[in-house]
């Protein structure tokens, strides 16, 4: 007997609870994960529609309750459903219960009060009204008589104009409507999330190389061949106008497009593009709509009413009902991977949702992931190239500074001479200049001030971090070492996490250059709802002179004035415990590089650095993705990382540390017999070991990491691991398939 787990009602409050059902064997052939079917329901046995989530051959219950299946619904398979079989396939592929799962893809849960806008029109003829109006006026009914005069000269009359211009009140309202005299129109008005509607019928000419890619895409479509696509394209080389023709060529086919963009920063200059091409049948998603704005950007989806929904990850589950092309730019960011469990991959379920819906996706960098470069080689994506920066701008001229040889010269700023003097010629000439601090990894990673080493694993070719006890941990092979007084390259004592911040550098700037206008963007100046936009326009405005900022400055921005971008601290994200952290690097460098020279006027970049010498930086330098591929494959091969190998992380956490160690170390131990009973295949147990941070909010947190050469090895033994839930419900047990960061 087969049986089906079946969610009734895909509300909010019901979303914890499934029922099961016996599936008659007329329909074992036909039923899966997704599918509406008709069920009997409650001691009523009310006739409902619930969706199957999941099956199994085993009764949950007294089999003597369960009761059957009455049949599949035969309309098809609905957004709802897609939605569903959707979150099946990311529990099976990336952990977390299926509760979790649906949390996810069904975004938007509860219904939201509408927005109403109400007018008061006339309900009787003019000759009523205008007998009404002298009635009025002999019995010295002052408000309804200005009232009446209004509605004859011009109607429907906005009834908030009414109260208030007019100074009609509700119960003068309530009476006249009640005598039908006047009627309240109500329309229903969608809170729209941004308000501004940006026309432009200027249509870019595609060049040679940007016409290629487009027709190939269409070409493709058109004959019905749906593949993934990779469009590298160097900075500057005019990717976003390949996706906007693409998509207008899809949008006339009737079918609707999802854009993932990686943050928020992108979404002023992303959304004005989109809008001038296609006006308002285009939205947008972010965190920071309102809960009214998110629901009504779903439902004008939902029906029909929109083509293109723009938006980080969570734009993916935009219920379309022809989805046609799915385009993430910049897609080897690492914000397309979510923290929250299920912790899936936009890339990879997009490709999944695109199979379920006959879409295309067409995935865009100057830098790619590994990931997706290395499936290109092998042929699963294909790959387009774009080498050139559109418009015939050149590429920036780069210089690398030796952070080293300044502290020796005795220059204590944390701008070295070379950047000082051409952010000083930038400023005679009128001229803008970014100012990028690479943060990323700041916390935790130990370096020399004098030499600029990390302290590195000796075993694993990843740096140490550091811990709250003093003590530096290797969280890929469990290596652990006191934080030492001296640095063991050169002896210096000047070793430290680094402490810079982007409010230290526009302070700085100041100081050194009083005259000069300065913005500063990063997460304290970001708070507020508009706060991005009210940035960057300023700024493209040419508002400053200087923008100093974090990554969300490098990303995607196109600025004709720029002509210099400094890079403050290149090789911070060089000094973090992760196996990625060079891939970051030269993906961060060379988006920041991008930058400059976009336009007419030539572009220089300088980048300050402890490690001139490292490929990562070199790479970055000279644009050479093909260089930096080359040697940092040759890394993840002989070490066992993804995309050469996969990892799963899996993570403890409880109230009480013995426990959860404890509990640790028995999944450890179910982990480490999984691989013996698979020798045949390379399975590597980690661990246990406690996390980067060991506690966090009177939490602790223990961590396995597990690696294979086979991603369903991982999944199977994350389908085993998961039994320990029932174990002990005081400690939480998390996952996560190739993590983009480390514990």
Known sequence: MLYADIIVDISHESL?????????????????????????????????????????????????????????????????????????????NFGGTMNDALRTVLSVKKSVKPVEKKQIALAVDRETAEKLLKEYARKHNVARAR?????????????????????????????????????????????????????????????????????????????????????????????????????EHIVAKGRQVIVLIPEIALTYQTVRRFTERFGNRVAFLHSRLSMGERYDQYRLAKEGKLDIMIGPRSALFTPFENLGAIVIDEEHESSYKSEQVP??????????????????????????????????????????????????????????????????????SMFSRALQQEMAERLIRGEQTMLFLNRRGYSGSVSCRSCGKPIMCPHCSVSLTLHYDQTLHCHYCGHTVPLPDKCPECGSPYIAAFGTGTQKVEEAVKKLFPQARVLRMDADTTKEKESYEKILSSFANEGADILVGTQMIVKGHDFPKVTLVGIIAADLSLNVSDYRSSERTFQLLAQAAGRAGRDELPGKVIIQTYQPEHYSITTAAKEDYSGFFRQEMSFRKMMKYPPKAHILAVLC???????????????????????????????????PTKASVA????????????????????????????????????????MDFDPMGSY
Not at 661 to 685: D, I, P, T
Not at 703 to 729: G, M, P, W
């Open 653 to 687: 956490i409880g109230r009480d540390e013995a426990r959860t160690e404890q509990f640790c170390g028995r999944v450890a131990l179910a982990a480490k017999q999984y691989a013996k009973e698979h020798a045949g295949e390379y399975v590597a147990v980690i661990g």
């Open 147 to 247: 009232l009446i005069k209004e509605l004859l000269t011009y109607q429907p009359i906005p009834k908030e104009l009414v109260t208030g211009k007019l100074n009609v009140s509700g119960a003068t309202l309530k009476a006249l409507e009640e005598q039908n005299i006047i009627t309240t129109l109500v329309e229903e008005v969608y809170r729209t999330a941004s308000g501004k509607n940006y026309i432009n019928s200027t249509r870019v000419v595609l060049n040679e190389n940007q016409q290629k890619i487009c027709d190939t895409i269409c070409k493709d479509y058109d004959n019905g061949l749906r593949n993934t696509y990779l469009i590298h394209g160097v900075t500057g080389s005019g990717k976003t106008e390949v996706y906007l023709q693409t998509i």
């Open 343 to 412: 912790k899936y991959h936009a890339r990879e379920t997009a490709i999944q949702l695109a199979q379920m819906t006959d879409s295309c996706v067409i995935l865009g960098s100057a830098t790619p992931s590994l990931e997706s470069y290395e499936r290109a080689q092998q042929g699963e994506y294909v790959l387009l190239e774009l080498k050139q920066r559109a418009k015939n701008a050149k590429l920036p001229e780069v210089e690398i500074v030796d952070l080293k040889e300044e502290m020796a010269a005795k220059n204590r």
């Open 695 to 734: 506690k966090s909010n009177d939490f602790f947190r223990n961590l396995i990491y597990i690696k294979a050469d086979n991603y369903d090895i991982l999944t199977k033994l994350a389908s085993v691991l998961d039994a320990f839930r029932e174990q002990d419900k005081t400690i939480i047990l998390q």
């Open 16 to 92: 914890d609870k499934t029922y099961q059902y016996k599936i008659p064997e007329h329909l074992t052939e036909q039923v899966k994960v997704g599918l509406p079917a008709d069920i009997t329901f409650g001691s009523g046995n009310r006739h409902l529609t619930g969706y199957i989530v999941g099956l199994s051959d085993k009764p949950k219950i007294e089999e003597h309750r369960i009761k059957e299946i009455e049949g599949l619904v035969e309309k098809g398979i609905a957004i709802e459903s897609r939605m569903i079989t959707l979150a099946h396939w990311m529990k099976e």
